[in-house]
């Protein structure tokens, strides 16, 4: 089947997107990517390269969709404990028609053990990830609203790992309650 002349290959990406977050890289099949782009196997290759580089255009447009979005609610708010509270709130509530947890956590445990070149991208967007969370954090201590002595260098780290734990939790449907109980304690944290 030849490329449809209306073919918007970025429109498409994001179908291929949710697709890799719903199955993975691994279980996500050519015949797959064939159904949710329309696209037959040439004209893949053609557009996006081979099933690997698709991956990482996926993967790369959720990173660059999050880091927005993180930013987005990390820049609202009265006062910086307002925003990061806004963004703990929406990292349990999926959206509709998306995934449970997280593309970057479900990818970080199917490939970063396996692929040395994926892993160094996760890092570098954890790096991206983790000064947004200290400009948030600067921002609260600014304004009052954090009133924690611990160097916000060591939150924003605390944030990302406890932001990932809580993702693979969401992933599997764990008990909601372990998650709250989890966000009001790093809610305190920001207050100590």
């Keep these: 089947m ?3 002349l209306n073919f918007n290959p970025q429109l498409k ?3 291929v997107m949710i697709l890799f977050w719903k199955k993975g890289y691994h279980a996500t099949s ?3 990517l064939q159904e ?3 696209l037959s196997k040439s004209s893949i290759y053609q557009v996006y390269g081979n099933k690997y580089d698709l991956f990482i255009a996926a993967f790369r447009m959720y990173h660059e969709n ?3 979005l993180l930013q987005d609610i990390l820049q609202s708010g009265h006062n910086g404990y307002e925003a990061i509270e806004s963004f703990l709130l929406k990292i349990v509530d999926a959206e509709d028609g998306l995934p449970c947890g997280c593309m970057t956590s479900n990818e970080a445990i199917e490939m ?3 692929d040395q070149a994926f892993c160094q991208l996760i890092n570098e967007q954890f790096q991206e990830i983790e000064e947004v969370f200290i400009r948030a954090i600067e921002r609260g201590k600014a304004d009052q609203s954090i009133t924690s002595q611990t160097d916000s ?3 924003a ?3 990302m790992v406890m932001i990932q734990g809580t993702n693979v939790m969401s992933g599997v449907k764990t008990n909601s309650d372990r998650v709250m109980d989890a966000l009001t304690v790093t809610k305190q944290i920001l207050k100590s």
């Design 2 to 4: 030849a490329r449809p």
């Design 13 to 15: 990406l994001k179908d």
């Design 30 to 32: 050519l015949s797959d």
């Design 36 to 38: 949710v782009t329309g």
């Design 66 to 68: 999050q880091l927005k």
């Design 112 to 114: 970063g053990p396996h």
């Design 153 to 155: 260098l060591l939150l």
């Design 157 to 159: 780290r605390f944030f």
